[in-house]
């Protein structure tokens, strides 16, 4: 059976393995207000009634509501919280993700995040390098990382971490600072990343997976609950099977800290009791049968 521990470290901090990811409480598309304001701020305000202390956000999702929504649902913040933002991005005026990855770009986007969520320090940046496409970022990542750690000099972040990269990019960017967490897309079922989360779990940085559910852009929880292996264990367990797609992240590396996104109390409850859920041996070997799903590709 294995021992799942509840908390991890995140660079010098210490959070519960599993925390939040709040870009479901825009409204669709992540542009714009959510139908029910208060409905999302019900939501974060029961996140962190139940222990959560890592919410994942953005300036980009809305943008600024969600971040807007945490400030008015949560501030003054209790002690300990870790709010997690991104740069990288931006929203042109249809909605479309397009990049914002220049140094002068990542400073305003920080300095928009520390005005909305009413903070004078962010506890996690995350650098996203890759925006919108494929194609590969032009700007060179000592340039972006040299705007962060700036501004960590400065008090207005605490830690850095990178988002949608590859090994190679980790490897670089440990050269220049310490690297608190990675966030790419993985979960059981889109593994492609594992050579990334390998390559944490070599330097003990925390992985953070982005549709640990498998994404609401391409239906992932309804995907995870159809696929006959995960079916089979969560029957065996008498839970979901979101919930065995989450335990087995918990499971798969220790430092893995899971940021499911919900806009539903209900779903929230349900993936914040998923570290009493022990898989065995037989239950692992069962879920290294699960059919690659895929993510969406951006
Ligand atoms: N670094 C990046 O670039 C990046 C990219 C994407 C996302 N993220 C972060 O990662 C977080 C997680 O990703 P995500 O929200 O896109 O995808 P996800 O967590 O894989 O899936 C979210 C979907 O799962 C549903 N869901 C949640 N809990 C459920 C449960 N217990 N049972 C059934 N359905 C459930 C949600 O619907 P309901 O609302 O109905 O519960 C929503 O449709 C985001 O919130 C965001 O903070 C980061």
Avoid at 21 to 29: D, I, R
Avoid at 150 to 158: F, N, Q, S, T, Y
Avoid at 278 to 286: F, I, K, R, S
């Amino acid at each position: 059976m294995t021992t799942i521990t509840q908390t991890a470290p995140l660079g010098d901090r210490t959070v519960r393995r599993i925390g939040f990811g709040a870009m479901q409480l825009a409204g669709p598309g992540v542009f714009g207000p959510p139908e029910d304001p208060d409905a999302a701020r019900a939501v974060l305000r029961r996140a962190v009634e139940l222990g959560v202390d890592h919410i994942d956000t953005a300036q980009v999702y809305g943008p600024d509501v969600v971040n807007e929504l945490i400030a008015e649902a949560l501030h003054p913040y209790p002690d300990g919280l870790v709010l997690a933002t991104k740069v990288g991005g931006a929203r042109d005026e249809r909605g479309e993700w397009v990049r914002a990855s220049r140094p002068e770009q990542l400073r305003a986007t920080v300095e928009q995040d520390l005005r909305t969520l009413r903070t004078e320090r962010i506890g996690l940046v995350n650098l996203r390098r890759q925006v919108g496409g494929p194609e590969p970022d032009a700007v060179p990542l000592a340039e972006q990382l040299g705007a962060l750690t700036d501004m960590r000099d400065e008090g207005k972040l605490g830690l850095i971490g990178l988002s949608t990269v590859s090994a190679g990019i980790v490897e670089a960017a440990l050269e220049i600072t310490p690297i608190a967490e990675v966030q790419n897309a993985y979960g059981i079922a889109n593994r492609t990343d594992e050579p990334v989360v390998d390559l944490c779990r070599e330097h003990g940085i925390a992985y953070v997976p982005y549709y640990p559910l498998g994404s609401a852009f391409t239906g992932g929880p309804r995907a995870l609950a159809a696929d006959p292996a995960i079916a089979s264990v969560a029957a065996g367990h008498g839970v979901s099977a979101s919930q065995i797609a989450l335990a087995w992240l918990l499971a798969h590396y220790d430092r893995m800290l899971l940021i499911p996104g919900t806009s539903s109390v209900a779903h929230l409850e349900e993936n914040l009791a998923v570290d009493g859920i022990g898989l065995d041996d037989e239950d692992m070997a069962a879920l290294d049968r699960v059919a690659h799903l895929g993510a969406p590709s951006f």
